[in-house]
DNA sequence: AGATTTAATATGTATGTACATAATAATCGA
DNA sequence: TCGATTATTATGTACATACATATTAAATCT
């Protein structure tokens, strides 16, 4: 006799759900009706079909019941690694160059991302280059919240990147980030050895602490970059 | 007197972490000790870890505890809708074309994404445009195994896409994707209309049902499109 | 001392129970 | 018939308990 887990339950009805024994669009069995036609405990199935949901590959509210979406929502989980952990995941060494660091005050898309209205106070601006075999890997455009994060002005970037800096020692609470492509600009592409107007892979990453903006930045990616996800 | 919830749990949790009252590469008290600590019982604060941890944001090994890791991997989640529902999200009407079915042997690029040896059997080739408030949004070029979906073969495909209809006919087991950037060539520069070179954001996936190759299909969005994610 | 076995321990999970919550269905009154 | 109220019901969550599992630390043996 087999033991029942969650990840069981939950791998039959995964199959149920691709095989269409439950089709899109239709309702699946109660909680209770489940445990019992597979022998465990409500407390089992509602673990596995949970999960599910979250994934959206099952629709739950109360009452109403279980249904298999028609228009399952996809959800992707991307792991974002620091750019170092990126690079020696690819078994390729990591280095790390400080191009220029100044207080300035930020341009006016820099202040919308960081929800500011206008620029009160400097910021920190840095431009780093993140080499991979000591070849151009990514080249990043970084603007830091002073008023956040004051003891950034004293670090010494050259030693240890923004990035992990920022990770180690602020305490941040929301982020959103956005993928897209741009041409390369002519100082880009000088630092990643692209042609200019080359297509990059541009991500976009504003932190926050609660209603602070910590920082805004944009990593440029070398010409055939490519970042992966599972589903 | 407040009730304490898994939720209320994992957002003190969160706190201690993000004050760093709990601080990066420390060791965190045990469950039972929290449980007693906040007032719940131990379930409920494996409920709220183990969600943490899911999300990077703690490091859990039996006998060894629960730790605050150094270098915390982020895990965003990406949804990914159907064109559709993107292009509606944004409040634009969404429309579709069909620009050309044929069946084909793929080349080699895509019988590597597809995991194939060689082309042993014809494939169906999709070349679409979807539309924003009428004016080109993404272009679509699918590959599609008929082995897998043969019914695809018989589908009228400019009533509904090749995306609408494998999410809601085909069984899938696995996908993966892959976000880059390109720059349009000739024939997708027409169809987008925009200049030939321009940086387009594209998005790879391929999908599986168990170890059969379903379909391989290329996103070419136009220039200046986002794909945004929360953390 | 070094290797191997054994004990201790923190997290992982299953169960039964109880109640909360949200949404639907049924009922009743005007 | 319509609208408001009241039951009903499926999922959501909390708890206590028990045991499983992985890992570390201690103990034991050679």
Same mark, same amino acid.
């Given at each position: %006799?087999?033991?029942?887990?969650?990840?069981?339950?939950?791998?039959?009805?995964? @199959? @149920?759900?691709?095989?269409?024994?439950?089709?899109?669009?239709?309702?699946?069995?109660?909680? +209770?009706? =489940?445990? &019992?036609?597979?022998?465990?405990?409500?407390?089992?199935?509602?673990?596995? =079909?949970?999960?599910?949901?979250?994934?959206?590959?099952?629709?739950?509210? @109360?009452?109403?019941?279980?249904?298999?979406?028609?228009?399952?929502?996809?959800?992707?989980?991307? &792991?974002?690694?620091?750019? @170092?952990?990126?690079?020696?995941?690819?078994?390729?060494?990591?280095?790390?160059?400080?191009?220029?660091?100044? &207080?300035?005050?930020?341009?006016?898309?820099?202040?919308?991302?960081?929800?500011?209205?206008?620029?009160?106070?400097?910021?920190? /601006?840095?431009?780093?280059? /993140?080499? $991979?075999?000591?070849?151009?890997?990514?080249?990043?455009?970084?603007?830091?919240?002073?008023?956040?994060?004051?003891?950034? $002005?004293?670090?010494?970037?050259? &030693?240890?990147?923004?990035?992990?800096?920022?990770?180690?020692?602020?305490?941040?609470?929301?982020?959103? *980030? +956005? *993928?897209?492509? %741009?041409?390369?600009?002519?100082?880009?592409?000088?630092?990643?050895?692209?042609?200019?107007? $080359?297509?990059?892979?541009?991500?976009?990453?504003?932190?926050?602490?609660?209603?602070?903006?910590?920082?805004?930045?944009?990593?440029?990616?070398?010409?055939?970059?490519?970042?992966?996800?599972?589903?």
């Amino acid at each position: %006799m087999t033991i029942i887990t969650w990840q069981s339950v939950q791998a039959e009805a995964l @199959r @149920r759900i691709r095989s269409r024994e439950w089709p899109p669009g239709g309702q699946i069995p109660h909680e +209770a009706d =489940l445990a &019992e036609e597979l022998g465990c405990s409500r407390g089992t199935v509602n673990r596995a =079909l949970r999960d599910l949901a979250e994934a959206g590959l099952l629709e739950r509210r @109360r009452k109403a019941g279980t249904r298999v979406p028609l228009n399952p929502v996809r959800k992707a989980t991307l &792991e974002i690694p620091i750019i @170092r952990q990126d690079v020696e995941g690819r078994g390729q060494s990591y280095n790390y160059r400080l191009l220029s660091t100044r &207080e300035a005050t930020p341009p006016p898309e820099i202040c919308e991302k960081l929800s500011l209205k206008k620029p009160d106070a400097p910021m920190v /601006h840095v431009l780093a280059l /993140h080499l $991979a075999d000591d070849a151009p890997f990514c080249l990043e455009d970084r603007w830091i919240n002073l008023q956040v994060v004051p003891e950034i $002005a004293q670090t010494d970037l050259t &030693e240890i990147s923004a990035n992990e800096w920022l990770v180690q020692n602020a305490a941040f609470s929301a982020g959103s *980030f +956005a *993928f897209g492509a %741009m041409a390369a600009p002519e100082a880009t592409a000088k630092w990643l050895d692209c042609p200019i107007g $080359a297509p990059l892979f541009t991500l976009d990453r504003t932190t926050w602490a609660a209603a602070l903006p910590i920082t805004s930045v944009r990593l440029c990616y070398i010409p055939g970059y490519q970042m992966r996800a599972e589903i």
